[in-house]
């Protein structure tokens, strides 16, 4: 049974629950991720995502180039142990609608990151496709709490 160890991202880049969130975003563009996990040493303490970016920060205009990770990152973030089986983990992440999961070892200890492309790429591709179909639903946008933001399709109001 292929365990998560033998399909995961090693040596992950972590933050500081004090780095800010240029930092994330910079980070984040350098190594072309949309996640990175925030640790306190190496304790796992949260994750912060592109998407945490935008909807706790940008969109609530709380963003200031020194605002900290701490204040947009998702806490008690989703997790699995580095010997857990693949099957395990890809059933978590259906049930939970996530792409991707810190990895920790026995001792608590961030040791990776497991995302769907590398149980696609390492693991079982038609397990990896029904994980991916799954954590896609809805494939509609929710459009019930529509902003001011809000124009035509395709973005912007529309002219008088």
């Known amino acids: 049974m292929t365990q998560v160890s033998d399909v995961m991202t090693r040596g992950v880049r972590s933050l500081s629950p004090k780095d800010t969130v240029v930092m994330a975003a910079q980070a984040m563009q350098e190594l072309d991720v949309g996640a990175l996990p925030v640790c306190n040493e190496d304790r796992l303490v949260g994750i912060v995502t592109d998407r945490d970016l935008v909807l706790r920060g940008l969109a609530q205009a709380r963003l200031d180039p020194n605002t900290p990770v701490d204040d947009v990152m998702s806490r008690q973030p989703l997790w699995c142990f580095e010997n857990q089986p693949i099957e395990d983990v890809m059933a978590y992440m259906e049930k939970?609608?996530?792409?991707?999961?810190?990895?920790?070892?026995?001792?608590?200890?961030?040791?990776?990151?497991?995302?769907l492309g590398d149980l696609a790429v390492k693991g079982d591709q038609q397990q990896a496709a029904r994980a991916l179909r799954s954590i896609s639903e809805p494939a509609q946008p929710d459009r019930s709490h529509q902003s001011q933001a809000s124009g035509a399709a395709g973005g912007g109001a529309s002219e008088p």
């Open 96 to 115: 939970s609608q996530v792409r991707r999961v810190p990895v920790i070892d026995q001792n608590n200890h961030l040791v990776g990151m497991v995302s």
